[in-house]
């Protein structure tokens, strides 16, 4: 079952990484309006912090930075095994599945994380895209309402998305109907942001 969750996860973003491209493609601005930018008084702060966030969004991040194999065993109240590693670089998506130790436990999660440094040489598509498209896609597979994790967030097959500085973080960790795993999906959420944020 949890392989089949996690094959529907990358079907899932495969499909809205399509739908991304037959969206607005990124548009870099012309050399001609660069230069105007620097005429026209640009601070020099602002150059610095606009090379800051594009360095940001260039820095390579594993899914276990952000879910460690402790913060799971916390968060699910029970011992997990390391992390089993999966990517799907079409999309620039790193996935972390961890399965509990204990034999017939039912307990899971699973986190994945899309970022621009994954992305194949020469793809238009960004982490933000493809979260547009599940979005649009998928804010109707869950009763689950959530706010203020991240820049922005919603619930959805199969759990818990999050857009945070340019990042695409999912998180799975069961039937969302269940008010448990209703919890360990916030909770895994909020602590992923600020570990996140931490590495940025």
Known sequence: MKKFLCAILILILVAAAFAGCSGIPETPA???EQSQSAQEGEAP???TQESNENETLM???EPEQLLSTDDVSALLGEPVMDAQKSQMESVGQKIALYDPVEDGSFAFLQISLSQQSSMPAGSSITPSEIYESAKKALDETSDLAV???GDDCFSGT???HILY????IVIGA?????EAVQAILIEAGKLAVVNLGELL
């Open 158 to 160: 199969p759990g818990l």
């Open 174 to 178: 069961g039937n969302t109907n269940d």
């Open 165 to 168: 500085r340019g990042y695409y």
């Open 147 to 149: 706010s203020g994790i």
């Open 30 to 32: 012309a050399p001609a």
């Open 59 to 61: 820095t390579a991040i």
């Open 45 to 47: 702060g602002e150059q």
